[in-house]
Every structure is written in C-alpha cells, then in structure tokens.
C-alpha cells in the first residue's frame, strides 16, 4: 500500500491479557519507529528498529513490553499482562534511511479495561 | 518540566486568519525541526521539516527555527476549515553517523477555524 497500516484499529483488552499490535511500514523503508500517544498528549518514543535490528528501546515503559521485526519489514509490538495505564494510542511510524522524516499510521487504540 | 514546551490552546480562529503556533525547547542538541498535523483518530501528517535554524516556506504554511531563543514557530496564511486539527511540533538530534531520527513531541496545539 502507500502509507503505513496498523492493525487492529481499535482493541479492548481485559486486564492481565496478551496483545499484539502489528505494523506495516511503508514499502523499501529502512527505519521503523513505535510512540505510545495518551489522551490529549504528544506522542512519546517507544524503540526503533534499523532493518531488523532494534537499536533503541530505551523508550518502553516496563518489561511487559516487547517489539520485533523478524525480516526488517512488518513489526509487532506485545504487551503482556496489560494494565490499564497501558490505554493509549500506538503509533507506527517508518521512514525511508534513518529517519529524520517520519511517516505515521492511524495508530492502534487500545482500552484495557 | 519537559523538554519541549507548547501551549495546548485551544486556538479559535476565524476563517482567513493568519495561526501562529509555537513551541520552546531545552535541548540545545536539536537539529531538526518538524510540524505534525494530526486530525482527530488519525496518525501524524508531516507538514514540514527543517533542518538548524532558518525559515521554510510551503504553500500557506511558513516554518521558523530560532536555535538561539530554542524557539519554533509555525504560520498558517488564509487558514480555512479544513486546517483544524492538532498540530505537533517533534524535534530531533543529530549526534552524527549513528544518529536517528528519534522524535521528541509537544502536547500539541488544537485549532478550530471556524466559517
């Protein structure tokens, strides 16, 4: 496609569940980002994968968060044992080299009640 | 205090108004310089990108840097309806070759431009 998709859109998760969160950059592109966006917020940075390789986690928030991207392409995030301070909007972002110009999908939000 | 600073408005503006949207920061490493627009249950849109300081001009929308004040600004001529939304000033260092584009956002602004 042209732009970056999430999948799913919306997801409501019960406290203490498992969920994955997929991305699909946009074709070719090097860098893939991820943002957790709360309500009335700017988005804040999660990790960064180059290719494959993620060279940045430093931005998730516990070790109940966990992000791949096996072939340098499609990325998910997990989240284990949500909590609700988890509820938030997850952003994807990719770009074509290292970044410094992002392209964002609609974003995954999620409600963990 | 976070490192980058920008009032939440909200902003109502008349249509055919000139927006003036701002943002301070405290990291005096920033180099880039980005403006999102994000409509509401939508991703980010970048709207312009500026690397250092100096003007950049796109359209209707008209981007300053000022490094030395660490201060942004983002002007919208004519605005029109379609412009409300939240925009987002991001910003990121530029700490040489292993560097990467890591944003760090404002709250964002919301504007309405009303007929």
């Known amino acids: 496609g042209a732009g970056v998709s999430q999948s799913p859109r919306y997801k409501v998760a019960k406290r203490g569940q498992d969920v994955a969160l997929r991305c699909d950059p946009i074709?070719?592109?090097?860098?893939l980002f991820w943002y957790q966006q709360a309500l009335g917020q700017g988005p804040e940075f999660l990790t960064y994968f180059q290719n494959e390789a993620q060279l940045d986690k430093s931005g998730l928030p516990s070790d109940r968060f966990f992000a791949e991207r096996p072939e340098g392409s499609v990325s998910t995030l997990k989240i284990q044992r949500t909590q609700q301070e988890d509820s938030a909007v997850y952003l994807c972002?990719?770009?074509?080299?290292?970044?410094?110009?992002?392209?964002f999908g609609p974003g995954t939000r999620l409600t963990v009640t | 205090q976070k490192e980058v600073e920008q009032d939440p408005g909200p902003l109502s503006v008349p249509e055919g108004a000139i927006v003036s949207l701002n943002c301070t920061y405290s990291?005096?490493?920033?180099?880039?310089f980005m403006w999102y627009r994000q409509y509401s249950r939508k991703g980010p849109e970048l709207l312009m990108y500026?690397?250092?300081?100096g003007n950049k001009e796109d359209g209707r929308f008209t981007a300053q840097v000022d490094k030395s004040s660490k201060y942004i600004s983002l002007f919208i001529r004519d605005s029109q309806p379609s412009d409300s939304a939240t925009y987002l000033c991001?910003?990121?260092?530029?700490?040489?070759?292993?560097?990467?584009?890591?944003?760090?956002f404002g709250q964002g602004t919301i504007l309405t431009v009303h007929p």
């Open positions: 991001a910003m990121s260092l530029n700490a040489g070759g292993t560097s990467y584009g890591k944003l760090t």
């Open positions: 972002a990719s770009s074509v080299d290292r970044g410094y110009e992002q392209y």
């Open positions: 990291n005096s490493a920033f180099q880039y």
């Open positions: 500026t690397y250092s300081s």
């Open positions: 074709s070719g592109h090097v860098s």
